[in-house]
Protein backbone atom coordinates (compact mmCIF):
# COMPACT_ATOMS: atom_id res chain seq x y z
CA UNK A 1 0.00 0.00 0.00
CA UNK A 2 2.51 2.32 0.94
CA UNK A 3 4.57 2.09 -2.56
CA UNK A 4 1.29 2.63 -3.93
CA UNK A 5 0.38 5.79 -2.29
CA UNK A 6 4.08 7.07 -3.19
CA UNK A 7 3.83 6.16 -6.89
CA UNK A 8 0.07 8.16 -6.61
CA UNK A 9 1.74 11.21 -4.93
CA UNK A 10 4.21 11.11 -7.67
CA UNK A 11 1.97 10.73 -10.39
CA UNK A 12 -0.07 13.50 -9.08
CA UNK A 13 3.32 15.85 -8.28
CA UNK A 14 4.46 15.30 -12.31
CA UNK A 15 0.74 16.66 -13.08
CA UNK A 16 1.42 19.48 -11.80
CA UNK A 17 5.37 20.61 -12.70
CA UNK A 18 5.16 18.80 -16.05
CA UNK A 19 3.13 21.68 -17.19
CA UNK A 20 5.01 24.76 -15.27
CA UNK A 21 8.58 23.27 -16.95
CA UNK A 22 6.45 23.58 -20.21
CA UNK A 23 5.27 27.09 -19.79
CA UNK A 24 8.27 27.91 -18.88
CA UNK A 25 10.38 26.56 -21.81
CA UNK A 26 7.85 28.36 -24.16
CA UNK A 27 8.21 31.84 -22.53
CA UNK A 28 11.91 31.77 -22.51
CA UNK A 29 11.51 30.74 -26.12
CA UNK A 30 9.20 33.59 -26.80
CA UNK A 31 11.41 36.02 -24.99
CA UNK A 32 14.59 35.32 -26.97
CA UNK A 33 12.52 34.81 -30.21
CA UNK A 34 13.91 38.26 -32.37
CA UNK A 35 10.87 40.63 -33.56
CA UNK A 36 9.43 39.75 -37.35
CA UNK A 37 10.47 42.84 -39.40
CA UNK A 38 7.99 42.77 -42.45
CA UNK A 39 10.31 44.59 -44.55
CA UNK A 40 12.32 41.58 -43.99
CA UNK A 41 9.92 39.73 -46.21
CA UNK A 42 11.33 37.76 -49.19
CA UNK A 43 10.78 39.98 -52.65
CA UNK A 44 9.03 37.34 -54.58
CA UNK A 45 8.88 39.22 -57.34
CA UNK A 46 9.67 43.06 -58.42
CA UNK A 47 7.60 42.84 -61.70
CA UNK A 48 5.11 45.63 -61.84
CA UNK A 49 1.59 44.30 -61.96
CA UNK A 50 -0.27 47.23 -62.79
CA UNK A 51 2.27 47.90 -65.44
CA UNK A 52 2.08 44.46 -67.08
CA UNK A 53 -1.60 44.62 -67.22
CA UNK A 54 -1.88 48.28 -68.69
CA UNK A 55 0.82 46.92 -71.13
CA UNK A 56 1.00 43.06 -72.00
CA UNK A 57 3.86 41.58 -73.51
CA UNK A 58 6.01 38.78 -74.27
CA UNK A 59 9.22 37.91 -72.40
CA UNK A 60 11.78 36.27 -74.96
CA UNK A 61 9.05 35.05 -77.89
CA UNK A 62 10.65 32.86 -80.67
CA UNK A 63 9.30 32.47 -83.94
CA UNK A 64 10.75 29.55 -86.45
CA UNK A 65 8.93 27.94 -89.65
CA UNK A 66 10.24 27.63 -93.52
CA UNK A 67 9.56 30.18 -95.67
CA UNK A 68 7.98 28.80 -99.62
CA UNK A 69 11.33 29.16 -101.28
CA UNK A 70 12.75 26.61 -98.59
CA UNK A 71 14.69 28.16 -96.40
CA UNK A 72 14.89 28.01 -92.63
CA UNK A 73 13.89 31.60 -90.79
CA UNK A 74 13.85 31.85 -86.88
CA UNK A 75 13.62 34.95 -85.36
CA UNK A 76 14.04 36.10 -81.58
CA UNK A 77 13.66 38.93 -79.35
CA UNK A 78 14.06 39.96 -76.29
CA UNK A 79 10.43 41.61 -75.77
CA UNK A 80 7.47 41.66 -77.81
CA UNK A 81 4.49 43.41 -77.54
CA UNK A 82 0.86 44.07 -79.26
CA UNK A 83 0.32 48.08 -80.77
CA UNK A 84 -2.60 49.58 -80.85
CA UNK A 85 -2.93 49.27 -85.09
CA UNK A 86 -3.17 45.34 -83.99
CA UNK A 87 0.41 44.63 -85.08
CA UNK A 88 3.22 44.02 -83.01
CA UNK A 89 6.62 45.17 -82.13
CA UNK A 90 9.55 43.85 -80.44
CA UNK A 91 13.02 44.90 -79.02
CA UNK A 92 16.38 43.75 -79.49
CA UNK A 93 15.26 41.05 -82.46
CA UNK A 94 17.29 38.73 -84.26
CA UNK A 95 16.47 36.87 -87.79
CA UNK A 96 18.26 33.93 -89.05
CA UNK A 97 18.03 33.17 -92.72
CA UNK A 98 19.28 29.21 -93.98
CA UNK A 99 19.10 28.68 -97.43
CA UNK A 100 18.93 25.20 -98.77
CA UNK A 101 22.76 25.47 -99.91
CA UNK A 102 23.26 26.31 -96.28
CA UNK A 103 23.92 30.03 -96.71
CA UNK A 104 23.67 32.12 -93.50
CA UNK A 105 22.29 35.21 -93.21
CA UNK A 106 21.45 37.25 -90.36
CA UNK A 107 19.78 40.61 -89.37
CA UNK A 108 19.77 41.88 -85.98
CA UNK A 109 17.99 45.17 -85.22
CA UNK A 110 17.36 47.04 -81.57
CA UNK A 111 13.64 47.59 -82.69
CA UNK A 112 10.78 45.91 -84.98
CA UNK A 113 6.96 46.11 -85.93
CA UNK A 114 5.47 43.78 -87.54
CA UNK A 115 2.53 45.77 -89.17
CA UNK A 116 -0.98 44.13 -88.99
CA UNK A 117 -1.50 41.69 -92.38
CA UNK A 118 1.85 42.89 -93.64
CA UNK A 119 3.43 39.91 -93.28
CA UNK A 120 6.89 41.88 -93.07
CA UNK A 121 9.06 42.79 -90.35
CA UNK A 122 10.55 46.55 -90.33
CA UNK A 123 13.92 46.04 -88.89
CA UNK A 124 15.44 50.13 -87.20
CA UNK A 125 17.69 51.14 -84.84
CA UNK A 126 21.47 50.07 -85.90
CA UNK A 127 20.27 47.47 -87.87
CA UNK A 128 23.20 44.91 -88.81
CA UNK A 129 22.76 42.33 -91.62
CA UNK A 130 26.20 39.37 -91.61
CA UNK A 131 26.18 36.88 -94.20
CA UNK A 132 28.01 33.49 -94.27
CA UNK A 133 29.83 34.58 -98.03
CA UNK A 134 31.75 37.24 -95.67
CA UNK A 135 29.63 40.57 -95.61
CA UNK A 136 29.13 42.53 -92.43
CA UNK A 137 26.30 45.42 -93.49
CA UNK A 138 25.42 48.36 -91.56
CA UNK A 139 22.21 50.65 -92.04
CA UNK A 140 19.50 52.35 -90.06
CA UNK A 141 16.58 50.48 -91.62
CA UNK A 142 15.86 46.93 -92.88
CA UNK A 143 12.10 45.02 -94.38
CA UNK A 144 12.14 41.14 -94.10
CA UNK A 145 9.38 38.84 -95.34
CA UNK A 146 8.13 36.66 -93.51
CA UNK A 147 7.20 34.27 -96.39
CA UNK A 148 9.99 34.43 -98.41
CA UNK A 149 13.84 35.36 -98.70
CA UNK A 150 13.40 38.92 -99.35
CA UNK A 151 15.35 41.51 -97.38
CA UNK A 152 15.74 45.09 -98.52
CA UNK A 153 17.02 48.35 -97.04
CA UNK A 154 16.43 51.63 -98.73
CA UNK A 155 18.69 53.60 -96.48
CA UNK A 156 22.70 54.25 -96.80
CA UNK A 157 24.60 50.93 -96.34
CA UNK A 158 28.29 50.77 -95.12
CA UNK A 159 29.50 47.42 -95.60
CA UNK A 160 32.78 45.32 -95.38
CA UNK A 161 33.28 42.13 -97.76
CA UNK A 162 35.95 39.64 -99.17
CA UNK A 163 36.31 42.75 -101.96
CA UNK A 164 36.47 45.65 -99.34
CA UNK A 165 34.32 48.42 -98.24
CA UNK A 166 31.68 50.04 -100.06
CA UNK A 167 28.60 52.53 -99.72
CA UNK A 168 25.77 52.55 -100.97
CA UNK A 169 22.30 53.72 -100.94
CA UNK A 170 19.99 50.22 -100.63
CA UNK A 171 20.93 46.78 -100.66
CA UNK A 172 18.58 43.95 -101.51
CA UNK A 173 18.93 40.09 -100.55
CA UNK A 174 16.87 37.30 -102.79
CA UNK A 175 17.28 33.60 -103.26
CA UNK A 176 17.72 32.92 -106.82
CA UNK A 177 18.92 29.57 -108.73
CA UNK A 178 18.19 25.90 -108.30
CA UNK A 179 19.74 25.58 -104.79
CA UNK A 180 17.65 28.76 -104.06
CA UNK A 181 21.12 30.72 -103.10
CA UNK A 182 21.35 33.74 -100.71
CA UNK A 183 22.14 36.79 -103.53
CA UNK A 184 22.79 39.92 -102.25
CA UNK A 185 22.83 43.15 -104.22
CA UNK A 186 23.52 46.57 -103.37
CA UNK A 187 22.32 49.51 -105.10
CA UNK A 188 21.61 53.37 -105.39
CA UNK A 189 25.21 54.54 -106.17
CA UNK A 190 28.07 51.96 -105.39
CA UNK A 191 31.42 52.61 -104.02
CA UNK A 192 33.67 50.44 -103.36
CA UNK A 193 37.18 50.98 -101.84
CA UNK A 194 38.75 47.57 -103.51
CA UNK A 195 41.19 46.01 -100.96
CA UNK A 196 42.71 42.69 -102.68
CA UNK A 197 43.63 39.79 -100.52
CA UNK A 198 46.95 38.86 -99.85
CA UNK A 199 48.76 36.79 -101.78
CA UNK A 200 49.71 33.27 -100.71
CA UNK A 201 54.05 33.19 -99.60
Same mark, same amino acid.
Given at each position: ????????????????????????????????????????????????????????????????????????????????????????????????????????????????? +??? %?? *????? =? $?????? /??? @?? #?????????????? +??? %?? *????? =? $?????? /??? @?? #????????????????? %?????????????
Amino acid at each position: MARLDRHSRLVAWLKIVLPLIALAILSTLFLLSRRIDPQDAIPFAEVDVQDRAREPRLTAPAYSGTTRDGAALTVIAAEARPDAGGGASAQRLVARLVAPDGQVTEVTADHAD +LPQ %GA *GDLVL =T $GAVTVT /TST @GY #RIATPRVTAALDRT +LVT %GD *GPVTA =T $GPLGTL /TAG @GL #RLTAEGPERSHVLVFNA %GVKLIYRPAPAAP
